[in-house]
C-alpha cells in the first residue's frame, strides 16, 4: 500500500499509539547492534576488488545541513455536509495510554446536541530552503494542498509565515516563500541525481511524526521507479527511513546535495519498512525554476498519442529489440500535425534522449523547452529517420483532446464479405456506418464479425472496428487487407501490425499471428 508520508494529522490517537512503538524501536540495543553488524560485515571471499565501507559517521554532513530542512505546518478550515458537521468522535485510547487525559479534556467539552459548521485541522511535513536570499522553501504539494494557513518552522524554534508561490499537481512539488529579513536562512543546493548509482549512501532528513528534524541514513535501492502516482513517474527508491511527516524532505547525497525528494511509501502499517520514494533532483529542479519564474509548470509538448511496443509489434515493424513508444495517433492543430511524424512511426530517441519504453517519452519532452526544434529519431516501415519538430505548449486536456488524424480514403467498389485471420470484412459506406454506429470521419475496413476463438478475437479485435492500415500501408477495401497480408507471409513476416479505429476514431495498434 501506497502512502504520501506527508501530512501528519495531529488528531488521530493512533499516529500516538504508532509514534511510541517507533520510539521503543529505535532505542532498542539489539537493533543499533545489528546495524554496525552489516557496516561492518567481512569481505565476500574471493573478491579482489577492495570494497568501499560504510561511512564511520554522518555527524559533521548532517550539522551543516539540519538547519536547512525546516517543519511545514498547515491549517485547514474543515466543514461537514451540506457545510456542518456533527461533534468530532472520540477516538479509542488504549487502556493506559498517557494521553487520555488530554483525549477526556478536549471531547469532554463538545455537547452531543450541538452542531459543529467548522473546525481546524493541523498537519505536518517537511521541507527545505533552495534559496536563502529569497526566501525560497520547496516541499510537496501534497503537503499543502487546501491549506487556509502555511507555517514553516526552523531548526532552532522559530516560525514563519509563509506564502504559496506555485504548485505542480503532476510532479506533487510546491514552491513557498518566508520573508528572509525576519530569519537567517541556510540554503541547500540540487546535485545531479542522473550520476546517482544503485547502492550509493544517501541521508534523509525531515519531520517524521511531528518529531522535528530526524536524521536518517540508508542506500539508493533502485532508480527509475514507476509507482503509477503521475505521468511522469520516474522515482529513486531508498530503505533510508522515511514516514509519514517525512514529505517534502530532502535525500541527500554524501557531498550535502538534494538528489532527491521524499515523497511516498509503501507499508501495510503506515510506517517504514524500508520502501521509501523521492522525486529525483534532475526532474523537480527543472519544475521548481518554472514555478519561480512563471508561478506554474510550463511544459513541451509533441501532440502524438502512443502506446507500448511489444515483442511482437517489434517484430512486425522489421525491429530488433522492442524499444521505444509507437505512435498511435496525431492529435489535430498540435506540432506533428504537419506530417512530420506519422501513426505507425516507433520514437527511439528524443533530442539526443534514448526513448527505451512509453514512459520515457512524456517526461522527455515535458522536460524540454516550449518552442524548441528538436531531433526526433522513428523507426518508419522499418528504417530509421531523423525528423525535426518544434514543440508546442502543453495545457490541461491537450492529450483528452486527441482526435483520429486524416486518412488516405480509398477507391469505392471493393469486394465484401472477404475473411482474414479470423475476421469478416467488408466495404465501410452509409449504411454500414449506421449500422455499426461509425463516425463519418472514420475510414478504412469494416470488421463485419469476428469468430469465436480466432486470433483476432484473443486480441479483442470486435465487429465495428475499422482497419485503417497494415504495416504501415493504408488500406480501404477487404482486398487491400487480403492483398497485404499475403504479401507480409511472402516476405516471411509473422506477424501483421494492424491499426485499428474504434467506432469514434480513437486509434489503437495490435498484431497478429500469421502462422
Do not use: C
Not at 97 to 118: L, T
Amino acid at each position: 500500500m501506497f502512502f504520501k508520508t506527508g501530512r501528519l494529522a495531529l488528531r488521530s490517537a493512533t499516529a500516538a499509539t504508532a509514534l511510541i512503538a517507533l520510539t521503543a524501536t529505535s532505542l532498542n540495543p539489539a537493533y543499533v547492534g545489528a546495524a554496525r553488524a552489516q557496516v561492518q560485515a567481512p569481505i565476500v571471499p574471493n573478491s579482489q576488488q577492495p570494497r568501499a565501507q560504510g561511512p564511520a559517521s554522518v555527524a559533521d554532513l548532517a550539522v551543516g545541513l539540519l538547519d536547512a530542512v525546516v517543519n511545514i505546518s498547515t491549517s485547514q478550515t474543515v466543514k461537514g455536509q451540506d457545510g456542518e458537521s456533527g461533534p468530532v468522535p472520540m477516538p479509542k485510547v488504549p487502556d493506559g495510554s498517557p494521553f487520555q487525559e488530554f483525549f477526556d479534556e478536549y471531547f469532554g467539552k463538545q455537547n452531543p446536541g450541538e452542531s459543529n459548521p467548522s473546525r481546524k485541522v493541523q498537519s505536518l511535513g517537511s521541507g527545505f530552503v533552495v534559496d536563502a536570499a529569497e526566501g525560497i522553501v520547496v516541499t510537496n504539494n501534497h503537503v499543502i494542498a487546501d491549506a487556509d494557513e502555511i507555517e514553516v518552522n526552523f531548526n532552532d524554534g522559530s516560525k514563519l509565515k509563509a506564502t504559496l508561490v506555485g504548485k505542480d499537481t503532476k510532479t506533487d512539488l510546491a514552491v513557498l516563500k518566508v520573508d528572509p529579513k525576519k530569519h537567517k536562512l541556510v540554503a541547500v543546493q540540487f546535485g545531479d541525481s542522473s550520476k546517482t548509482r544503485i547502492g550509493d549512501w544517501v541521508m534523509a532528513i525531515g519531520n517524521p511524526f511531528g518529531l522535528g528534524g530526524t536524521v536518517t541514513v540508508g542506500i539508493v535501492s533502485a532508480r527509475n521507479r514507476d509507482i503509477n502516482s503521475g505521468p511522469y513517474d520516474n522515482f529513486i527508491q531508498t530503505d533510508a527511513a522515511i514516514n509519514r511527516g517525512n514529505s517534502g524532505g530532502p535525500l541527500f547525497d554524501m557531498y550535502g546535495q538534494v538528489i532527491g525528494i521524499n515523497t511516498a511509501i509503501i507499508s501495510p502499517t503506515g510506517g517504514s519498512i524500508g520502501i521509501g520514494f523521492a522525486i529525483p533532483a534532475e526532474l523537480a529542479s527543472g519544475v521548481i525554476a518554472q514555478i519561480r519564474q512563471f508561478g506554474e509548470a510550463r511544459r513541451g509538448w509533441l501532440g502524438v498519442r502512443i502506446q507500448p511496443v511489444t515483442d511482437d509489434i517489434a517484430e512486425s515493424l522489421g525491429m530488433t529489440s522492442s524499444k521505444g513508444a509507437l505512435v498511435a495517433g496525431i492529435i489535430e492543430g498540435g506540432p506533428v500535425a504537419n506530417g512530420a511524424i506519422l501513426p505507425g512511426d516507433v520514437i527511439t530517441r528524443f533530442d539526443g534522449r534514448d526513448v527505451n519504453n512509453v514512459k520515457d517519452l512524456p517526461r522527455v519532452v515535458a522536460e524540454s523547452p516550449i518552442g524548441k526544434e528538436v531531433d526526433v529519431v522513428v523507426v518508419r516501415k522499418g528504417k530509421e529517420q531523423t525528423v525535426k519538430v518544434t514543440l508546442g505548449r502543453l495545457e490541461d486536456g491537450d492529450q483528452a483532446d486527441a482526435k483520429k488524424d486524416d486518412q488516405t480514403t480509398g477507391e469505392d467498389g471493393a469486394a465484401q464479405n472477404v475473411d482474414v485471420l479470423g475476421m469478416s470484412l467488408g466495404k465501410l459506406d452509409d449504411a454500414t456506418r449506421k449500422t455499426f454506429g461509425i463516425a463519418k470521419e472514420v475510414e478504412g475496413v469494416l470488421v463485419t464479425e469476428v469468430q469465436n476463438g480466432s486470433i483476432a478475437a484473443n486480441k479483442r479485435i470486435a465487429a465495428g472496428d475499422v482497419i485503417v492500415d497494415i504495416a504501415q500501408e493504408t488500406v480501404s477495401t477487404p482486398e487491400d487487407v487480403a492483398a497485404r497480408i499475403e504479401k507480409l507471409r511472402d516476405e516471411g513476416r509473422k506477424n501483421a501490425l494492424l491499426m485499428l479505429a474504434s467506432k469514434t476514431g480513437e486509434l489503437r495498434f495490435v498484431t497478429l499471428q500469421m502462422d
